[in-house]
Structures are given as C-alpha cells and as structure tokens.
C-alpha cells in the first residue's frame, strides 16, 4: 500500500439503518447514527472486486480498510465522512485477529433518510 496525499486515514461515523412507519402505515428506512466510529483508509475497489460483487449483485465503488479493532460496521450500515456517504455491501476480517478489517462500500449521492 502506498501512501498518496488524500490517502491516508479519515473518521467515518457509523450510521445504523433502521425502519419506521410513517403517519400512512408505509415503512420508511431511517439511518440512526451510532456512537462508533470507524478510522480507515479509503481507496478505489479493484476491478477484481467491482466484478466478484458485482455478480452478487452488490455494486461496490470503494473500499476502506479500518487498522486494529473490532468490525464497527456491518451490512446495512452506512459510513459518513463530510458529505459523502457510503452504503456498507460487504465487511471483511481479513486477518482473523482483529488486525485488519476490510469494509466494501458503494458511494451514492442520493441520501435515504
């Protein structure tokens, strides 16, 4: 991994995504945010991985791998940074210690509220 500027580690508020019903009896989902944070790296999905989850039929535009600590996010969940929001697809523990977690996000910029 090489360090670029704009590449090294940003706090994503993590936002857990619940249902709600509405004053018409519809279900609505609504993205609490939680008091977890998680601090990683950002970067382009690979080709490789835009196309395994693809196939899932979870499109994936980035990655962000979170160093030490426990899976603050899962499936479901949405990561903030600033403006920009990313929907979690897929949540890696790709050491199996706890080392290194590797969370598959697709960006969006409309924003389910």
């Known amino acids: 991994m ?6 090294l580690f940003h706090q994503f508020v993590v ?3 619940s249902l709600k019903t509405m004053d018409n009896g519809r279900a ?3 993205f609490q945010p939680t008091f977890s944070v998680v601090r990683g790296v950002l970067s382009d999905a690979k080709t490789s991985e835009i196309l395994r989850w ?3 039929q ?3 535009t980035h990655t962000i791998v979170q160093h030490y600590g426990e899976p603050a996010a899962k499936e479901g969940d949405r990561l903030v940074h600033g403006g920009r929001y990313f929907y979690v697809c897929g ?3 790709a050491s199996m210690l706890g080392i290194f977690t590797i ?3 697709e960006e969006r910029s409309d924003r389910v509220e």
């Open 15 to 17: 936002e857990r995504k």
């Open 58 to 60: 979870h499109p994936v």
């Open 103 to 105: 969370y598959y996000v």
């Open 28 to 30: 609505k989902a609504v």
């Open 54 to 56: 693809k196939a899932l």
């Open 2 to 7: 090489y360090l670029r500027p704009g590449s």
């Open 91 to 93: 949540v890696d523990n």
